[in-house]
């Protein structure tokens, strides 16, 4: 009967662990991620199954209406926006307009605006 108790305590101690190191490998993971908050500005369906959003940091609705593809660029220039790449069909609920955070893992390409891919997105609201 002991054996089995301290076989019992043994396991316990080991599974917690093994959850706390799996809490703090995602917490680390988490943390080392970049981010960016701001306003999707444009979306884009791509032939190769990837979308990509637009996102433009501190700017608002009223700056990006009515604006072409072209001036959509420049703001996003002038305000390091950058485009993120996903799955099509990942993100179903993000729209124009929408105020975000995306995150991403540091690497992106060197166009302007950079292009990133989506690690992780919420949305703040639409």
């Known amino acids: 009967m002991k054996k089995r108790l301290a076989l019992s305590v043994a396991l316990s101690f080991l599974i917690a662990g093994c959850g706390q190191e799996q809490a703090n490998n995602t917490e680390n993971y988490s943390s080392s991620l970049k981010q960016q908050e701001g306003i999707i500005v444009d979306i884009k369906k791509n032939q190769d199954g990837r979308s990509q959003i637009l996102v433009v940091p501190n700017t608002n609705e009223e700056d990006i209406s009515n604006k072409k593809d072209d ?7 002038e305000k390091d926006g ?12 993000l729209e124009v307009g929408a105020h975000v955070i995306v995150f991403w893992n540091g ?10 891919g989506i690690i992780k997105v919420d949305v703040i609201s639409k």
């Open 107 to 116: 690497s992106q390409l060197d166009s302007d605006p950079p292009q990133r």
């Open 71 to 77: 001036e959509l660029i420049k703001i996003a220039q």
């Open 82 to 93: 950058a485009y993120y790449s996903f799955e099509t069909g990942k993100y179903e609920e």
